[in-house]
């Protein structure tokens, strides 16, 4: 790197280096450089601005103009996503279990190309022993269940009678014993005849429905679908352990909307990456513009502890250091109680609470103090 | 088998539904069966319903028997004689009513030329489909249904001569119009309900044109002339109410000029225009705060150890004076007993008021604007025969709102004036618009409706010619007069010391929580402070147990209750508010504690 370059390494950012190295001639650096530096600081946000509260507003008044539930069709009629401001919500306020969860799936090479897809498609889509039966016919007088089998749609997803027995085996294997009946169905008994009944029986042909088969766990729905020039496929339902852990897979790019997941997934700075990518998505399908910065400042604030915190009074609010604060948000009663209780101190340190006591809030104008100590 | 239910109770079992349908008709239409009776078959659920219970909206149709209704030529060269009377329709089983869900067993025809073997009924009128209100727009098929509903909502707020009898009344709240007019535009529902004995508005000539930016954003501009003429001129009255209210023990209120040794007492000057009897005299001119009708109220309290001393005796003063921001002249008073047979005395203020900047004006198709600016008349743009407008009103208007009536009603209007006739406008059955284009070529005008119009002020013709006609306009009840308000002291509430709320109690204009935002957001910290000043205190706080102490301003001492006078007391200044907040923890045993440091 340039000598005059090194002088501003820990005062602008590599990108930026980088680009004065590449597009200016070596006699100009430093005086561009110079430059450079003197129009970065002017774009740098002031001390005292209130930057979370101009987020805030920024972020909240698009808010009031976007549709309120409006669904993202993402080819087909049963794929509909929740869009909008409910997703907005559900993001921001970090909800364990979002409404439509859904993935995209990028594929390695040859695969990507389509080889195979309709199989690859197929392998991860969780089946249900329901799917493959056409009937169930409950036989009384000896007490046992007979299934009828779909032969088509077992032969198109390589599922065999093998297969069908270890799954209800796998999971009802206390309750029941299972075989082929000879004629392409199955036979499902109950274990200890003597003291089960129709209602049990009942019940069982009720739990053998969704029994699980194979695919993976959690991925309702798959849809392999052309982006630009390779294929994908989008799942609805999500399941990112058991997805990433696929060979044909390309991990470094598979996301999944779920901020969960990612969470526990791959950590932290990506489900900081994933938030920022969510609401953007939503607030430019409504063709809204918030800048993208303000959201990042809500990312890195639910992000900041290493764990997902809401925008809700139990997430970040109930960080706030103030009792007047979180007083004055939700459940005033609940803060006073516990503040009297141990004797918390309130330092009046932000904006709520000054407000209150109609003192200048400590932003802006109000910022400054006198250095000097004032003789009395 | 169909099951048949009687209001919703089961009654038994039909074999072939259909002849029974036929049979229950047919006997209703000839008088057997009771006419309010309906009937009908819901195909899913194979069931009949009979329905005799009051409540179901019906509406009346005419029937129709093989593709031919029932109602003749015959019929209404009868009806027109007076040989044939309504009722006498119905009995003949030539119009019956349906309700709302016989109406789904229904095929209705919407003309006579659309009839079809296969229907059962005939509109009387395609105009029903729509209400009262509503068929009082003109032209309503060449209006978006949106804007027909905001233009009929728009009419029930018009101010017009909502009563003959008003001299005599006593309503509080009302207002009447001046020089009502009867539409040139009407429609058959205005002759129906005898609207030209109640009319709500005014024709006037319309130019549609903007004039140097203050009609924008919905704004219109009057033209002075036509006010001081009196257009949109209206008299606003409002009661002054008082009541000689009985009180336990027999006391009671006395209406009458007030004692000097009265608590409360005002001064002579508020009592000088009442009479003798306490109130007014008629054709008095008032305003804000003047006394109306002078009343003393018996002491509120009456302790047994007040009886004896003289100031119980002191009556208090609870005259009745005009509200703040009104003004006007006394028209009338009323002297009569209420239902309790307590005296009551009503004092009618009269307030005239002339159309000005912030008044409310609307055309029947939802076009409605506040007037921007009064121009007067010699400024006032002027077509080729030297017409005025009397209102401007903004081309803007028309393209995204799609009232394209309100344009026909200008020609339609213009037409009408010139050629001395009311015009039909009537919803689905108006006069032809082409006919009336043709009257107005005929008349001397273009039959575009445009005109060549000069500039008011320079005398120069505008380049492009513009649409003039005439429309009737109507004058809201929303007057800015009745709404104007600004404070910058004034009343607070008793509790929190904050500005009471809302132009009635001359209240303040509330900073919320997002508008402190904007100000937090620009960082004006220190004028955020001074927007929130309003109830501020200064309270002196003990150093050592952080509670509020005490200043003894007479002997200009500071103490706390808590700790005695030994310990440091020190002011400071919070919102009156939060001295509040702290006051109700200490109510529920919370001890809030306060820690000064000094800021400097």
Redesign the interface.
């Given at each position: 790197m340039h000598a005059e370059l090194k002088k501003y390494s820990d005062k602008l950012p590599k990108s930026l280096l980088q680009e004065i190295e590449e597009k200016c001639p070596a006699s100009k650096i430093k005086k561009v450089a110079a430059r450079v530096y003197e129009e970065y600081c002017k774009t740098k946000i002031d001390a005292g601005e209130a930057v979370g509260l101009v987020s805030a507003e920024s972020i909240g008044e698009p808010g009031t103009q976007m549709t309120l539930n409006t669904f993202h069709f993402a080819g087909v009629a049963e794929m509909n996503v929740t869009m909008g401001l409910p997703r907005i919500i559900e993001i921001l306020d970090g909800r364990k279990s979002i409404a439509t969860p859904m993935m995209e799936i990028f594929l390695k090479s040859p695969f990507n190309k389509g080889k195979d897809i309709h199989n690859i498609a197929l392998r991860i889509k969780e089946s249900i022993l329901g799917e493959f039966v056409k009937e169930y016919v409950i036989n009384i007088v000896d007490l046992k269940i007979e299934l009828k089998l779909n032969l088509e749609k077992m032969g198109a997803i390589g599922v065999k009678h093998a297969l069908l027995i270890k799954a209800i085996d796998k999971s009802l294997g206390k309750e029941v014993t299972s075989k082929e009946d000879g004629e392409g169905g199955l036979v499902v008994k109950l274990r200890g005849r003597d003291e089960k009944g129709l209602n049990d029986l009942y019940k069982i042909k009720e739990k053998l429905r969704s029994v699980y088969v194979c695919g993976i766990k959690g991925i309702s729905q798959v849809l392999p679908v052309k982006r630009r020039d390779e294929f994908i496929v989008i799942t609805a339902g999500s399941n990112m352990k058991k997805i990433l852990d696929l060979d044909f897979v390309d991990e470094t790019r598979t996301t999944s909307n779920d901020i969960y997941e990612i969470r526990k997934v791959l950590g932290i700075e990506a489900t900081r990456q994933a938030i920022i990518d969510e609401v953007f998505k939503v607030i430019e399908a409504q063709a809204l513009n918030v800048d993208i910065r303000h959201i990042m400042l809500v990312a890195d604030t639910m992000c900041s502890s290493g764990e997902i915190k809401g925008i809700t009074r139990y997430g970040v609010v109930s960080e706030k250091s103030s009792v007047l604060a979180r007083a004055s948000f939700e459940t005033p009663i609940k803060h006073i109680i516990n503040a009297s209780l141990v004797g918390e101190i309130d330092f009046l340190n932000s904006v709520v609470e000054n407000v209150m006591l109609n003192q200048p809030v400590p932003v802006g104008t109000g910022l400054p103090g006198l250095l000097t100590k004032v003789a009395k | 088998m169909s099951e048949v239910f009687l209001n919703g109770n089961f009654i038994g079992n039909v074999e072939h539904k259909d002849e029974f349908l036929t049979r229950v008709r047919t006997d209703r239409r000839s008088g057997v069966i009771p006419a309010n009776l309906n009937i009908h078959f819901d195909n899913d659920l194979d069931q009949v319903f009979i329905e005799t219970l009051k409540g179901r909206t019906r509406r009346p149709l005419i029937i129709v028997k093989e593709g031919i209704p029932s109602l003749t030529d015959k019929h209404i060269k009868q009806l027109e004689k007076g040989e044939l009377a309504w009722s006498d329709l119905v009995d003949q089983g030539i119009i019956e009513y349906l309700d709302a869900a016989e109406e789904e067993n229904a095929l209705v025809a919407f003309h006579e030329q659309d009839l079809t073997p296969d229907h059962t009924h005939l509109e009387i009128s395609p105009l029903v489909m729509l209400g009262y209100v509503t068929t009082l727009v003109p032209f309503g098929e060449y209006i978006q249904a949106a804007r027909l509903s905001i233009g009929s909502k728009n009419q029930k707020h018009s101010i017009g001569l909502y009563t003959a009898n008003f001299p005599v009344r006593v309503d509080m709240d009302v207002n009447l119009l001046h020089y009502p007019q009867i539409p040139l535009v009407k429609s058959i529902i205005h002759d129906i309900s005898h609207y030209d004995t109640h009319p709500s508005g005014q024709n006037i000539v319309v130019a549609v044109m903007s004039y140097k930016g203050y009609n924008m954003e919905d704004a219109v501009i009057l033209n002075k002339g036509s006010i001081e003429r009196g257009f949109a001129r209206s008299t606003y009255y409002r009661p002054a109410i008082a009541e000689e209210l009985r009180y336990s023990g027999g006391l009671m209120d006395e209406i009458g000029v007030p004692d000097k040794e009265v608590k409360g007492y005002k001064s002579e000057k508020d009592y000088r225009m009442l009479e003798e009897d306490g109130i007014i005299y008629p054709e008095a001119v008032v305003s804000e705060d003047d006394v109306v009708i002078g009343k003393t109220s018996p002491p509120r309290f009456l302790s047994s150890l007040d009886e004896y001393s003289l100031a119980s005796n002191i009556r208090r003063e609870s005259s009745v004076s005009l509200r703040h921001g009104e003004k006007g002249v006394v028209d009338m008073i009323l002297i009569t007993e209420n239902e309790e047979g307590n005296k009551l005395v009503q004092v009618r203020v009269r307030d005239q008021r002339i159309a000005e900047i912030g008044d409310k004006f609307v055309s029947r198709h939802g076009q409605k604007g506040i007037v921007g600016l009064i121009v007067p008349e010699s400024d006032m743009p002027f077509t080729a025969s030297g017409i005025k407008p009397d209102l401007l009103f903004t081309p803007h208007g028309i393209p995204s709102r799609m009232t394209v009536s309100h344009l026909i009603e200008l020609i339609a209007g213009k037409t009408g004036a010139l050629a001395g006739r009311y015009i039909d406008g009537t919803t689905f059955d108006s006069e032809n618009e082409d006919d009336i284009r043709k009257e107005l070529l005929s008349l001397g005008f273009r039959d575009t409706g445009v005109e060549t119009v000069y500039n008011g002020m320079s005398g120069e013709q505008f380049t492009a010619r513009i649409f003039v006609g005439n429309m009737y306009y109507q004058k809201l009840r929303h007057m800015v007069a009745n709404k104007l308000h600004a404070r910058a002291r004034g009343p607070i509430q008793l509790l929190t010391r904050q500005p009471t709320e809302g132009r009635a109690k001359e209240g303040g204009l509330r900073l919320g929580e997002?508008e402190?935002?904007t100000f937090?957001?620009?960082?004006?910290?220190?004028?955020?402070?001074e927007r929130?000043?309003s109830?501020?205190t200064v309270v002196p706080v003990c150093e050592s147990c952080g509670v509020i102490a005490i200043y003894d301003s007479y002997k200009d001492k500071r103490y706390c209750p808590v700790c005695g006078d030994n310990v440091e007391v020190n002011d400071v200044?919070?919102?009156y508010?939060?001295k509040l907040?702290l006051d109700e923890?200490k109510s529920l045993c919370?001890?809030p504690k306060l820690?000064l440091r000094s800021?400097?």
């Open positions: - | 997002m402190k935002d937090v957001a620009h960082g004006a910290s220190l004028l955020l402070k929130f000043d109830d501020k200044e919070i919102s508010a939060f907040i923890f919370i001890y820690n800021k400097y």
